[in-house]
């Protein structure tokens, strides 16, 4: 059973910094790809960072400038660093682990960015 869980999320200012932390249980880490998504109210949920199970990033243009991902296999976590928030990456962030075709969720963690 894979379990995956998000934390680190927070109220932030504009132009703080965070970092969202996604731990994975359940399977040999290093098998996975990782992925963070994010989903704004009233949005669709939307790609913003993804990091190969050997480590090779691919961050959306939009975050790329602001946005790192990262893994850490002797933790079983995934991070992604975020600097210079704007008001417009409030949403809920969620992880994804993959392998083969099974993918697994976690619950996610709110960023919300206001004065």
């Known amino acids: 059973h894979v379990q995956v869980v998000e934390s680190g999320g927070g109220l932030v200012q504009p132009g703080g910094s965070l970092r969202l932390s996604c731990v994975v249980s359940?399977?040999?880490?290093?098998?996975?790809?990782l992925e963070w998504h994010r989903q704004a109210p009233g949005a669709q949920r939307e790609l913003v960072a993804r990091?190969?199970?050997?480590?090779?990033?691919d961050d959306v243009d939009s975050v790329k400038d602001r946005f790192t991902i990262s893994r850490d296999n002797a933790k079983n976590t995934v991070y992604l660093r975020m600097k210079n928030l704007r008001v417009e990456d409030t949403a809920v962030y969620y992880c994804?682990?993959?392998?083969?075709?099974?993918?697994?969720w976690g619950q996610g963690t709110q960023v919300t960015v206001s004065q």
């Open positions: 994804k682990a993959a392998y083969g075709s099974s993918e697994n």
């Open positions: 359940g399977n040999d880490f290093t098998f996975y790809k």
């Open positions: 990091i190969s199970d050997i480590g090779i990033r």
